[in-house]
């Protein structure tokens, strides 16, 4: 791994934002998840997550959105799993979303934690959630038109969630704890171990300074052995 390519991965995991977030409800074509994704990891965001339902689920299993290459994508079966512990996290609710009552987009605090839900295009968001929500958002519009794609509709609002955090400092310093910036590192730098890790329940190995992993062929020995840690163990 090149020296540029370490500190371009290291400066883009220090501005993650892990309290800001997207939901998506019920949006299952993969090409607008594929952008809500890219939209995410423009602004920094960690994690999102996607409800697709029952049948939706077992479809998407195994394709590209449920592991992206920068933003981890949580799938739920229902609304519910996804607002539920956000809500309890103390996360504020911000639904896009087409109503009487819905505010201006740029009125929402986005410092706080704050997880975005948005619907698909036809159908919007749902009943269920829209019930969950704290604020419905809506984006101006001055043409004919009543609504914008809801990849484009994630760039706009996450890009003022980003300008307000910015004017804060919040992308000036580290959010996520070291250990979990360092995780981030391997999984970022070494997608095919990372996989291999967790598809056997093994931690992963430790990296040199240069970025690589520290005896990768003392550590495949160990795990021909049977003898590598497992998850949640540590290296000596």
Not at 5 to 21: G, H, K, N, S, Y
Not at 76 to 101: I, K
Not at 154 to 166: F, H, M, N, S
Request: hydrophobic letters at 40%; charged letters at 30%; proline letters at 6%.
């Amino acid at each position: 791994m090149t020296p540029e390519r370490i500190a371009r991965l290291r400066e883009v995991i220090d501005r993650r934002q892990p309290d800001l977030t997207v939901v998506t409800d019920f949006v299952n074509k993969q090409r607008n998840l594929s952008a809500v994704v890219r939209c995410c990891d423009a602004a920094g965001v960690l994690r999102m997550h996607a409800v697709i339902g029952d049948e939706e689920y077992r479809a998407f299993r195994g394709t590209a959105m449920g592991s992206h290459s920068w933003v981890e994508v949580c799938r739920h079966r229902e609304v519910d799993s996804a607002l539920g512990p956000l809500a309890e996290q103390g996360y504020q609710l911000v639904a896009a979303h087409l109503d009487d009552a819905a505010v201006d987009y740029r009125e929402i605090d986005y410092t706080r934690p704050t997880a975005l839900v948005l619907g698909a295009e036809r159908r919007g968001v749902s009943p269920q959630a829209l019930a969950a929500v704290d604020s419905p958002v809506r984006i101006p519009m001055v043409g004919m038109v009543a609504s914008l794609n809801v990849s484009v509709a994630a760039g706009v609002i996450l890009a003022e969630a980003q300008r307000q955090r910015q004017d804060a400092g919040m992308y000036d310093q580290p959010r996520l704890d070291a250990a979990s910036r360092e995780r981030l590192f391997f999984e970022w730098g070494h997608p095919k171990v990372r996989d291999f890790c967790r598809e056997r329940g093994l931690a992963y190995p430790p990296l040199d300074a240069a970025g690589e992993i520290d005896d990768p062929s003392g550590w495949y020995a160990s795990v021909r052995a049977g003898e590598a840690p497992a998850e949640g163990d540590e290296y000596d």
